[in-house]
């Protein structure tokens, strides 16, 4: 299978580009929103908040005690581990994939955060400048779209709740 992006849709999409992949997901049949598309880690993550809010027994995670340092010396306490069933794409051309997810507080910019395991076991391909993740599916090539605004909007809101968390 071929991937490839073409440019005709980038007329919507302000350039150059290098704004994050902001998507849309089903994490074990719950719509997630806010879904950050990230290759620079090994672990994916799930928002503590919205572990919740898709009211998972708390019991259901694996407990775990290692500490994640952040490359600004943050530290995170994980809560714990669990996989869940992840659908990426629209119908007919979806996948479905079991994702394992350290579940943490983190700022609530992004809800879930998918690192390279999962698009490894994806297949995917990421173009940021078309704002896309493709994947083979049995009926063809799959894709997720990022919402250019969205990712803006997202990042605006980080750097305001860094300078808010500064501020105290």
């Not at 507080?105 to 896309?132: D, E, F, W």
């Not at 799959?142 to 750097?159: A, C, L, T």
């Amino acid at each position: 299978m071929i991937f490839s992006f073409s440019d005709d849709v980038l007329n919507d999409i302000r350039t150059p580009n290098n704004d994050p992949l902001v998507v849309n997901v089903n994490i074990s049949n719950h719509f997630v929103g806010r879904v950050l598309v990230d290759n620079e880690s090994l672990t994916n993550m799930l928002s503590y908040e919205t572990f919740n809010k898709m009211n998972i027994p708390l019991e259901e995670l694996k407990l775990i005690q290692s500490p994640l340092v952040g490359f600004t010396g943050n530290v995170l306490n994980p809560k714990g581990v669990i996989s869940f069933l992840v659908t990426v794409g629209e119908k007919p051309c979806w996948v479905t994939i079991f994702v394992n997810f350290l579940v943490v507080k983190m700022l609530g910019t992004y809800n879930t955060i998918l690192r390279r395991p999962t698009q490894c076991a994806l297949k995917a391909v990421v173009s940021i400048p078309h704002m896309k993740m493709k994947f083979p599916t049995p009926c063809g090539m799959g894709e997720v779209k990022g919402n250019p605004s969205n990712s803006w909007r997202m990042v605006h809101d980080f750097f305001e709740t860094c300078k808010e968390d500064h501020a105290h």
